[in-house]
């Protein structure tokens, strides 16, 4: 079964969760990680603060594997731009036509070119 973890805060009962569904005891959970009950103990009262390599221990005890995927809001998003980004073929046409007639017209000055190398130098350095 898969469970999205949106919070920090989901994570404690979904580890407790797969545990007791595993059968194991803390324990038993310790003892596979070579640690005592109570640190796992410590660590399965707030998993939001241990580090994603313990996380991942704990999770290879537990025999749960992580798997990450876009949220459906996101997709839904990046879809949503794209169909408004994106002009129809024929606009597309007409919107390359203009912004070549705009680059013939405009005229670079000593000021804006030094400008503009000075603002590509920075993005360069960061």
Same mark, same amino acid.
């Given at each position: 079964?898969?469970?999205?973890?949106?919070? $920090?805060?989901?994570?404690?009962?979904?580890?407790?969760g797969f545990r007791k569904a595993a059968? %194991? @005891?803390?324990?038993?959970? !310790?003892?596979?990680?070579?640690v005592t009950q109570q640190t796992y103990a410590q660590?399965?009262?707030n998993p939001a603060a241990v580090s994603v390599e313990r996380?991942?221990?704990?999770l290879r005890a537990?025999?749960?594997?992580?798997? $990450?995927?876009r949220a459906a809001t996101a997709r839904s998003a990046q879809a949503n731009e794209?169909? %408004? @980004?994106?002009?129809?073929? !024929?606009a597309a046409k007409a919107t390359t036509a203009r912004s070549r007639r705009a680059s013939r017209q405009t005229e670079v000055t000593p000021a804006r070119?030094?400008?503009?190398?000075a603002a590509t130098?920075?993005?360069?350095h960061w």
């Open positions: 079964m898969n469970y999205s973890l949106k919070t $920090l805060s989901q994570l404690r009962p979904i580890l407790l059968g %194991l @005891t803390q324990a038993m959970v !310790a003892a596979r990680l070579g660590l399965e009262a996380l991942f221990k704990v537990l025999d749960v594997e992580l798997a $990450l995927t794209a169909a %408004l @980004t994106d002009p129809p073929p !024929a070119k030094s400008a503009t190398t130098k920075k993005r360069e």
